[in-house]
Structure formats: structure tokens, C-alpha cells
């Protein structure tokens, strides 16, 4: 018990994902909820 199920993510989703928040102009939290991502995933990935 108390083990986090975590995903794991390619390089290339991750480098997609910093991409697109990027170009969109979109706010992290919209990015972050269109590709069912924690904010805070994306945040540091930036």
C-alpha cells in the first residue's frame, strides 16, 4: 500500500507537449488539461 501509480512519458510526448504549450498560447493549466497531464507535470517539463 501507498504506492503511486505513476505514467511513464516518451521523450517525444514530453518535447511535443513543451511545443505545443509554447505555440498554442494557451495558459499551462488549459495545455496541462487537454493532454490529461497534472499542471505541475508540465511545469517542470518546461
Known sequence: MGTKNQK???KEF???AVN???SSGKT???VAKELKIGKSTLSSWI
Open 20 to 22: 505545443y504549450y509554447y
Open 14 to 16: 514530453k518535447q511535443d
Open 8 to 10: 511513464q512519458f516518451s
Open 28 to 30: 499551462g493549466e488549459e
